[in-house]
Nanobody, 125 residues
Framework: QVQLVESGGGLVQAGDSLRLSCAAS????????MGWFRQAQGKEREFVAR????????YYPDSVKGRFTISRDNAKNTVYLQMNSLKPEDTALYSC??????????????????WGQGTQVTVSS
């Protein structure tokens, strides 16, 4: 079992930046990769970023590429999501999860487990 706790969300204005954190505890030695997802009200959960726990290699969808940066600190068992140039459409509940199936799709939520409770990001125009 892995427990995840997100933090860092808040209310910001368009163009501002935020850094989200996802702290992992429990069986962290078993983590293969970590992902960030977001879910806006009334919409499906959307893939935001994924990082390899060992190499640190990131992966992003086109929707956030160039604005968001995922990173990890293995010593702290923490994954970060740096979000720059925020837009109102970035408003959502942001959650992290463990990517549990090596070689599987990064964007499919079925390949993730141990979801955190999420942290709300609200971007005003």
């Amino acid at each position: 079992q892995v427990q995840l706790v997100e933090s860092g969300g808040g209310l910001v204005q368009a163009g501002d930046s935020l850094r989200l954190s996802c702290a992992a505890s429990g069986r962290t030695a078993s983590i293969y990769g970590m992902g960030w997802f977001r879910q806006a009200q009334g919409k499906e959960r959307e893939f935001v970023a994924r990082i390899s726990w060992s190499s640190g290699n990131p992966y992003y969808p086109d929707s956030v590429k160039g604005r968001f940066t995922i990173s990890r600190d293995n010593a702290k068992n923490t994954v970060y999501l740096q979000m720059n140039s925020l837009k109102p459409e970035d408003t959502a509940l942001y959650s992290c999860a463990v990517h549990i199936r090596p070689g599987s799709s990064y964007s499919n939520t079925d390949n993730y487990a141990y979801w955190g409770q999420g942290t709300q990001v609200t971007v005003s125009s």
